[in-house]
C-alpha cells in the first residue's frame, strides 16, 4: 500500500470539496494515491489504470456510438433557414439551374453573373450574399508573421483596420489592416511586470486604446496612435477607489486575483474582467476604480464578454465549474445571475457573443475534471456524455481544445454574411462549420507553416510540454475573420517544441496554390513586418543529427 501522508489526505479532502458530482469523486479517487487501494466496479464508468493490481482492474463497457448530437443539427438548419445566419443557396436556383438538374451555381459563374447584371436587384442581393459567404479562406497563407515567443492572441478591430496579436513575451503588436492584403507595422507596446504571459487583450470601440492583461489584478492600457510612444497606463483592478487596495479590500476580495480574460463595454466606459478565485471584476475607466466584484462562479472565471456590442448592461460569464451566467451590471448588488446555462460537462475556455443580445457561443476546455491538467494530457472522447439538462442548440465537434484555452467566433455578418462559427485546435488547425454543425472547411496551420524558419542552434532544452524540439509542432490558441474580406489569421503557438509563434493570413483563393501577384503568397516576415532571409534558410541536417545524437 502506498504511503499516505497528512498532507495528501488534507490535499484529497479540498479536492471532494468542489468535485460536485459523483463522475468527478470517482475520478479524484482513481488518480489519487488513496484511489489505489480501492476496487471500482464496472459501472462505476471509470477508465482502466495500467498501475493497478489486474485483478482489480474492471474494464468498463464501450459508450453508446451514437450518443453524440445530430449532425446536421435540426435546431441548426433552422437557424439556417431563418435568415439570421446566411442565405440558403436554394432560394437563388432559378428555372434555368433546375433545367440543368437544380446544379448550384459556383463561385465563378455568381461572379460573372454579378458583373453582367443578370437578374433583379432581389436577386442581385441574394447573390452578393451568397459569394460572401462561399468566399471560405485556404490553407496556403498569404503571409507569415514569426514572433520568437507563442502567440495567445490575435484579432482584428470590428471595422477591419487594425490587427493585434499579444505574446507570450508580453508585448503587442500592433498593424494597419485597412489594406488587408498590405499589411503596415503599426507600433510595439509592453506590459511591465508580466507574469508567464499575456492573457488577454481587447480594443475600444473607437480604437484609440487596447487593454491587455498578464496574470496579475493590473491592466495596461495602451493608445494605439503610432505617435504617442508613452508608457501604457496602468489600471489596479482591485482598486475600490482609494489607491492601491488596503488590507480591508484585500480581505473583502479573498485577496488578489489574477485576470484571464478582459473586455470593453459597448460605450467604451467600463471593462469587465473575468479572474481567479471565481469572480468577475467590473471596472469604470473615468473614475479609475472597480464598480463591483461578483463571486458568481465556483472556479476561474476565464471569459467574459458583452452580450450586445451597443450595451454595457448585459455580460455573459464563462468558468471552469462548467456553467455560462448571465448578468445585468444594472442589478449587481446581491451578486445573483440574471440567468444561467447548463448542461456542459467541462469547464468553458472562451466565449463569443453574436451581438445581437440573443445568441451566444460558448468554448468547453477537453475535460473538467480537478485533478486533470489539461494543458498536458489527452481526451478520450468515452468520456463524453450528453448532460440531461443541456441546454443548448447546437454542439460543433472535431477540434482539439487541449493545453489552453482555445478560443472560437461567429464568423462576421460583412464577409461571411454570418454563415460560420470558427475555431483553434490543438492540433494546428482552424476548423469552420456551417450553423448545422456540418464541416465547411477546415485550415491547415501546421502545414501552413512547417520548417518555414530555421532551427535555433541555440535551442538545447526540451519543448514547453516536454517534447523534442526538433518536432515542429502548431497549436492554434485564436483566430480572427476580416470583417469585409474573405481572410482569417490564426494566432498559434507554432515552431520547434512549440517554443515559438506565428500569426498567418488565409485568404480565399479558390484553390490555387500560388499566384503571379506581389508578393507572392506564403512570404515569411519577422513581427515588424520585415523580410528576413532567415526564414528562408534551411536547417542542417548534419546539425540536427548530431544534436539529436547529443540529447
Request: overall charge neutral; some cysteine.
Amino acid at each position: 500500500m502506498p504511503y499516505i501522508t497528512i498532507l495528501q489526505i488534507l490535499l484529497l479532502i479540498s479536492q471532494f470539496a468542489v468535485a460536485r458530482t459523483r463522475r468527478r469523486v470517482l475520478r479524484l479517487l482513481q488518480n489519487s494515491e488513496i484511489g489505489r487501494i480501492f476496487r471500482f466496479a464496472p459501472d462505476d464508468d471509470e477508465d482502466e489504470d495500467l498501475d493497478w493490481n489486474p485483478r482489480w482492474a474492471r474494464r468498463r463497457q464501450k459508450p453508446d456510438p451514437n450518443r453524440f448530437p445530430k449532425v446536421p443539427s435540426d435546431a441548426g438548419t433552422e437557424l439556417m433557414n431563418s435568415g439570421l445566419f446566411g442565405a440558403n443557396p436554394a432560394q437563388a436556383v432559378t428555372s434555368r439551374d433546375k433545367m440543368s438538374l437544380g446544379k448550384k451555381k459556383n463561385l465563378a459563374w455568381r461572379i460573372m453573373e454579378r458583373e453582367l447584371a443578370v437578374g433583379n436587384s432581389a436577386t442581385e442581393k441574394l447573390n452578393n450574399r451568397l459569394l460572401a459567404q462561399g468566399m471560405i479562406p485556404s490553407t496556403k497563407a498569404d503571409m507569415i508573421i514569426h514572433y520568437d515567443e507563442p502567440v495567445y492572441s490575435g484579432q482584428f478591430s470590428d471595422d477591419g483596420n487594425f490587427f493585434f496579436s499579444a505574446n507570450k513575451d508580453y508585448h503587442v503588436r500592433m498593424y494597419d489592416t485597412s489594406n488587408p492584403y498590405k499589411w503596415r507595422y503599426y507600433k510595439t507596446v509592453e506590459y511591465p511586470f508580466g507574469q508567464w504571459t499575456l492573457t488577454d487583450a481587447t480594443l475600444s470601440p473607437d480604437n484609440k486604446y487596447l487593454a491587455y492583461t498578464s496574470i496579475t489584478s493590473q491592466v495596461c492600457l495602451a493608445p494605439t496612435d503610432p505617435n504617442d510612444m508613452g508608457d501604457p497606463y496602468t489600471l489596479e483592478l482591485a482598486d475600490m477607489g482609494n489607491g492601491r487596495p488596503t488590507l480591508t479590500q484585500r480581505m473583502r476580495f479573498r485577496g488578489p486575483f489574477n485576470i484571464w480574460s478582459i473586455r470593453y463595454s459597448g460605450d467604451g466606459q467600463r471593462l469587465v474582467a473575468g479572474t481567479s478565485g471565481g469572480s468577475i471584476v467590473v471596472y469604470d475607466i473615468e473614475s479609475r476604480r472597480s464598480l463591483h466584484r461578483i463571486f458568481g462562479h465556483d472556479e476561474d472565471v476565464n471569459a467574459v464578454c458583452f452580450a450586445d456590442s451597443s450595451s454595457p448592461h448585459i455580460l455573459y460569464s464563462g468558468s471552469d465549474d462548467t456553467t455560462l451566467k448571465v448578468w445585468d451590471t444594472r442589478s449587481l448588488g446581491d451578486s445573483r445571475a440574471a440567468g444561467a446555462f447548463v448542461g456542459h460537462i467541462e469547464g468553458l475556455t472562451y466565449i463569443d457573443s453574436k451581438g445581437d443580445g440573443r445568441k451566444i457561443k460558448p468554448h468547453r476546455r477537453a475535460t473538467s475534471e480537478h485533478h486533470f491538467d489539461y494543458r498536458w494530457g489527452t481526451y478520450d472522447e468515452d468520456d463524453w456524455y450528453q448532460d440531461p439538462h443541456d441546454n443548448s442548440l447546437v454542439t460543433f465537434r472535431g477540434h482539439k481544445v487541449l493545453r489552453t484555452l482555445i478560443r472560437c467566433h461567429f464568423s462576421p455578418p460583412g464577409s461571411t454574411n454570418s454563415r460560420y462559427v470558427y475555431s483553434g485546435s490543438e492540433d494546428g488547425k482552424v476548423f469552420i462549420w456551417n450553423m448545422d454543425a456540418t464541416p465547411a472547411g477546415v485550415i491547415d496551420v501546421f502545414e501552413a507553416t512547417k520548417n518555414s524558419r530555421p532551427f535555433p542552434a541555440s535551442n538545447m532544452d526540451m519543448g514547453w510540454d516536454n517534447t523534442t524540439p526538433t518536432q515542429w509542432r502548431t497549436c492554434v490558441r485564436d483566430a480572427s475573420w476580416h470583417p469585409s474580406a474573405p481572410m482569417i489569421v490564426a494566432s498559434a503557438w507554432s515552431g520547434y517544441g512549440m517554443s515559438t509563434g506565428t500569426c498567418t493570413a488565409h485568404s480565399w483563393n479558390d484553390g490555387a496554390k500560388d499566384d503571379d501577384a506581389e508578393p507572392k503568397m506564403g512570404v515569411r516576415v519577422n513581427e515588424k513586418l520585415e523580410h528576413d532571409p532567415e526564414f528562408y534558410a534551411r536547417s542542417s541536417t548534419r546539425f540536427m543529427r548530431s544534436r539529436m545524437r547529443y540529447r
